[in-house]
């Protein structure tokens, strides 16, 4: 729990309802920014793969921390 708490810290934040939709909101824009940004990238022959992976590594870190950020809010986990 500790390296969940280290990787995603923004997610075990979440006492009170503003900062459960700050981590949301905050997860949501980096996953569209990044994707946009991304998507861009992954037109360049050369290094298209590497930024394909990495656009879904990104969307994967934000998709598993709105899932723990949820988790906290609930208090299913601390």
């Given amino acids: ?3 969940l708490k280290k990787v995603f810290p923004l997610s075990f ?3 009170d309802l503003k900062a459960f939709v700050i981590a949301l ?3 949501v ?3 569209i920014v990044c994707g946009v940004v ?8 050369v290094i298209g793969v590497i930024f ?3 656009g879904s ?3 994967l870190y934000a998709l598993v921390g709105i ?3 949820i988790l906290a809010y609930l208090k299913v986990i601390k």
């Fill in 1 to 3: 729990m500790d390296i």
């Fill in 13 to 15: 934040k979440v006492e």
């Fill in 25 to 27: 909101v905050v997860y």
């Fill in 29 to 31: 824009l980096v996953d």
């Fill in 38 to 45: 991304i998507g861009l990238l992954v037109k360049i022959p």
């Fill in 52 to 54: 394909s992976i990495l």
């Fill in 57 to 59: 590594v990104i969307g």
């Fill in 67 to 69: 899932v723990l950020a």
